[in-house]
T-cell receptor, first 113, second 113 residues
């Protein structure tokens, strides 16, 4: 089975600073990888996904992630944090059979004014 | 634009009681999922249904049953609730197999006393 590991359950950055959220995966088949964001008391929504096309994936709200096979990583970045980015972020991988999706434990992002 | 609708949004049960969480999607998706979210644990897959008429166990199926009533609806039943089942439950559906985005409901917060 596939799995993902998110390093750092809590990350704090200053407004305007670089955001870096880490995700490593394990996969026995070509991975399909996702980042989701969850705002308080809401469901998750997709930020971006990697499905074996370009290794640098751009998502919504200025986020992007780079797939690095040699490092088995899919880290999420944003050049300049905004207060509205404060949320919980989840990395996920999909598996076969049955199109199962497995999530990391999440990283809570705090943006300091 | 309903997307994925879950009911109820909040429920308090006593140990041993039973209840069913309902989920419906209006996006004509084949795959549907039930997850639970607990602090520090991320989202864990309880059951999934890759297509109408099929259901399979995920990571944490014990204490739960599911029914894929039709293509739209996927219910989760707790036959005899336990305090360990206190959690936030999310239903999700998926469009195109492993590469598809998951669409989430807003969650159902369940407390078992």
């Amino acid at each position: 089975a596939q799995s993902v590991t998110q390093l750092g359950s809590h990350v704090s950055v200053s407004e305007g600073a670089l955001v870096l959220l880490r995700c490593n995966y394990s996969s026995s088949v070509p991975p399909y990888l996702f980042w989701y964001v969850q705002y308080p008391n809401q469901g998750l929504q997709l930020l971006l996904k990697y499905t074996s096309a370009a290794t640098l994936v751009k998502g919504i709200n200025g986020f992007e992630a780079e797939f690095k096979k040699s490092e088995t990583s899919f880290h999420l970045t944003k050049p300049s944090a905004h207060m509205s980015d404060a949320a919980e972020y989840f990395c996920a991988v999909s598996d076969v059979p049955g199109n199962q999706f497995y999530f990391g434990t999440g990283t809570s992002l705090t943006v300091i004014p | 634009n309903a997307g994925v609708t879950q009911t109820p949004k909040f429920q308090v049960l006593k140990t041993g009681q039973s209840m069913t969480l309902q989920c419906a999607q209006d996006m004509n998706h084949n795959s549907m999922y039930w997850y639970r979210q607990d602090p520090g644990m991320g989202l864990r897959l309880i059951y999934y249904s890759a297509s109408e008429g099929t259901t399979d166990k995920g990571e944490v199926p014990n204490g739960y049953n599911v029914s894929r009533l039709n293509k739209r609806e996927f219910s989760l039943r707790l036959e005899s609730a336990a305090p360990s089942q206190t959690s936030v439950y999310f239903c999700a559906s998926s469009e195109a197999g492993r590469t598809g985005e998951l669409f989430f409901g807003e969650g159902s917060r369940l407390t078992v006393l």
